[in-house]
Each structure stands twice: as structure tokens, then as C-alpha cells.
């Protein structure tokens, strides 16, 4: 009796023409790399190519899904999932997408970044001059009382009360000068009062600096005193006014901010990477890590700071930046944090049974 010989495949299905070109690529792959590849294998794919497509049959099917299987886990973690979306014009879309991201990320973080920290130091040297000129004050009001029709001035040898009232002048003209600087961060929040009086130079020297040939220094220390006060009721003004919106800004916002563009460093790093070994695969779950990074920043900033290994302190929007970069210092931090509960539940006694 005759042997019918391999059974054709009527209808061949729509994977093994996919199986064959995958199968092409690592095997154009491993001749590029200079990898040697099993003959056997090489043969069963370049038979396959040969056949027309309508008169494959069984054994050259199971023989192609054997190559490809063998130089799947020889090339390994280059796959032919990997070689085609390298040589696919998509990936261009892909890091442009990235890129986009990132600058837009950066183009907000920076500004809100530099503004906070500006801002901040303006305030606490607005708070420290206005501890020294509050003590100058109390210190001129002592020493020269009250001012007085006819002017009396004190005893002055050594030349302090002088230097106190210029400096006292000089603090009130710094207090006023990074008043307006955090007024312009604050988007003129607060009105200032000598508005009307900034362009005319004139007037300003007369408030802010004492008068030539300086004779009743009480009088002088009084009228510097009443334009410390509205000096001071301004900055202050301005000061808890930041503290409230830029605080929210550092604790709440830019936390996120950070965490996202450091999911963007990590993307583009990877992709980096991966593109240069040709292991690239697109991978939804990119989209996810996006939303655990956010969901990190916003937890990340209700901690005011972090002690890493041997008591070093990491700032909020560091460890927000890492947790964008790699997602497992998070989960790292959260554990750490859930690991005085695990014990305390370990050492409860057990209860009893009825």
C-alpha cells in the first residue's frame, strides 16, 4: 500500500506565516551578532521560505514552530517581538511621546521649583531683619526716649547710637526691598504702601534714609520707627502669605510633579537601553507607572523628610523624584513604615480558643 505521504494543510493559518517572518528576523538577528545558530534549525526555516505558502504542510509547520522555539531561547532576551518593533518607525512616535512629556513636566516643575526656593529665602530673611530691627527699636525708644520739642540728644562718645540708627535705617530699607521682590512671587497680593510715592526718588530718600546734618536723633528714630511699621505689616503680610500657598505648592504639588518626571527620566533611560540592545517592547503598563508615581508623590509630601542608611536626610522632592525613577523605593519606604504594626501584631497574645 502506498504512502500517502505528509498531510497538507488545506488553510493555512494566519500565525505561521507570522511564525515564519519571526523566525526570519532572529535568524537575520544571530547572523548579524555573529551567533552561531543550530543548522537544522537555519535549514527548517529557509525550507519553509522556500515552499509556496498554499503547500505547507504538517511537519513543515511543527518543524518551523521548533526553529523558531529553538533560536527564541538562544537569542534570548532579544525576540523577534523585539527585533520588529526596533526596525518599526512607531518607536519614533514613541520617544517623541516621551520627550513631549518631559519637557512639559520640566517646563512646569522648574519654574514652580525656582519660585519656592526664591521665595523662601526671601521670607526668612525678611523674618531675620525683622527680629533685628524690632531689637533696634526697642534699644533707640530706650535710649533716646521720646522725641521732645527741644531736641536733647544724648551723650554719644563711642558713636552706637548713630550706628544703631543706620542701621536701623538700613535694616527697614532691606525689609522693604525683598518685601516688593516676594510681593512680584506673590502676584502683588498684598498692596504696597508707598505704591504712589516708588518714582518719585526724592520722596523716598526723605522716608527711607536719614536726613543730612542729623540733629534730633529721637525725632529721627520716631519717623523711622512709623515707617517700620507699615514696612513690617507688609512684609509680614506677605510672608504668611507665602507660607500658605507656597507651602501647599512644595508639599502638595510639587511632589507629583517630580515623581512624574522622574518616571519620565526612568522611560527614557530604558528605552535607551533597551533600543541599543534591540530588547525593546512596548509595554502598557508604562501608563501605570505613571499613575503609581503620582500616587507616590502625593504621599511622599506629607512626610517632611527621610532618613536613608546611616542618618542621611533625603528632602521630600528628592525621594518624590526617586519614586517616579523606580517605583520600588516606594514600596520599599511603605514596608518600612508598616514594620513596627507587623511587630507589634506579632507579639500580642494569642487568643483563646473556645
Sequence with gaps: M??????????TPAYFEAALQDAERLLKYAAEVGTEVDSAARDQVLHARAIRHGEWDEETAANLLSALAKMAAQLKPVTAESLKTYSDESTKATIRNYWIVAICLAGITVPFSAASFVASALATTIKSDIV???????KLRTKLGPPLKTPQNPVDSDGAILTQLQQFAATIRSIDERARQLNVLMAYGETDPYKDLRH?????????QLP????????????KTVVYQDVRYFAQSLVDDMSVIYGAITVC????????????????RNFEQQMGARTYIPSRANSARFLIAAIGGAVVGLFDNFTIGQGASIPPLAIAFLVGYAVEVFFTFLDSLLQPFSKGRGNLPPTASA
Design 2 to 11: 502506498r504512502n500517502p505521504g505528509p498531510k497538507l494543510i488545506r488553510k
Design 132 to 138: 533685628v530691627a524690632n531689637d533696634l527699636a526697642v
Design 253 to 268: 504639588i510639587l511632589p507629583v510633579l517630580y515623581a512624574l518626571l522622574g518616571t519620565c527620566a526612568y522611560l527614557l
Design 200 to 208: 518719585q526718588k526724592d520722596k523716598l530718600h526723605e522716608i527711607f
Design 212 to 223: 543730612k546734618g542729623l540733629s534730633d536723633w529721637a525725632g529721627a528714630a520716631n519717623d
